[in-house]
């Protein structure tokens, strides 16, 4: 690919049924482009390339699923589409012992949160509410005014700043505080080794840590692993106002998701998400 300083713009699509794009197949004359949100944008448009200069929508392809496809590619003279829901794990294996005479019995046991994430910000302030928007409006001013001026950083790397987390750990009551054991801590430092994994933290004024969220992220979105936070700020949710800058910053990069992973807590379903089931699986030999 050509550094973007690079590009060329050859041609423009003035009119068209799209809000984004984040799936584009091209054959002969003729580009296949899926839209990157929800809504009129979950079909599958047709642009006419025959002129570079003035590409043009040719015709919109219906696709059944909401949250549109998730890919395309072309084969000849068939262009197939993989659908926008989800194919558990679970199903694949499912089919595969069938295949070979052994019945397996998906069982739901817990679910994880998911926040499908809108095109804009601005979107998903609108779309979790008044009383929620207000409130973590209210409360990042407030914490901001207490703690000096904020700033989300960043680390992939085991620090001081993963010393940090463990610290705001070890100060929770209950079994929040009573989890990150040694040999948990070691797992800890192992994960954030690895590709993908990072430790983002919330820092007040001078530098101290507020909250902190380690996750996973990779071009498709942001998947929380584990939390915490200084307890005496309690009142004025330092983790809440972390997870609102992440999920903006996910949405900034377009992330398709923003995902919570296993637990039913209340605050995840506060910030949007959705329960998706997980399944376990039982097999009779």
Aim: overall charge negative.
């Amino acid at each position: 690919l050509l550094p973007s300083g690079q590009w060329k713009l050859e041609g423009l699509v003035v009119d068209s049924d799209l809000v984004g794009a984040n799936r584009v197949q091209v054959s002969g004359n003729h580009a296949f482009v899926t839209g990157s949100r929800t809504g009129a944008s979950s079909n599958i448009v047709v642009i006419d390339l025959a002129d570079p200069a003035s590409p043009r929508q040719v015709a919109v392809l219906p696709f059944s699923e909401t949250r549109g496809p998730n890919g395309l590619t072309v084969a000849g003279q068939v262009l197939f589409a993989a659908g926008g829901r989800t194919i558990e794990a679970v199903d694949v294996f499912v089919r595969a012992f069938g295949s070979i005479g052994i019945d397996a019995e998906p069982k739901e046991h817990e679910s994880a949160a998911v926040l499908r994430l809108p095109a804009t910000f601005d979107d998903y302030m609108a779309a979790i509410g008044k009383k929620e928007r207000h409130e973590i409006r209210r409360k990042g001013r407030r914490l901001n005014e207490e703690s000096g001026e904020l700033a989300v950083v960043s680390s992939d790397l085991p620090g001081p700043a993963l010393v940090d987390f463990f610290r705001l750990h070890h100060q929770a009551a209950g079994d929040k505080g009573a989890f990150m054991t040694p040999q948990m801590m070691a797992f800890f430092v192992d994960l954030l080794e690895l590709p993908g994994w990072q430790l983002d933290a919330l820092h007040g004024g001078q530098g101290e840590m507020l909250a902190a969220v380690f996750g996973y992220e990779d071009s498709d979105g942001y998947y929380l692993c584990n939390s915490a936070y200084e307890t005496r700020l309690h009142r004025l949710a330092p983790g809440l106002v972390l997870l609102n800058r992440l999920i903006e910053r996910s949405i900034q990069a377009g992330h398709q998701v923003f995902d919570f992973l296993k637990g039913d807590e209340t605050y995840k379903y506060r910030m949007g998400a959705e329960p998706r089931p997980l399944f376990g699986m039982e097999v009779v030999l």
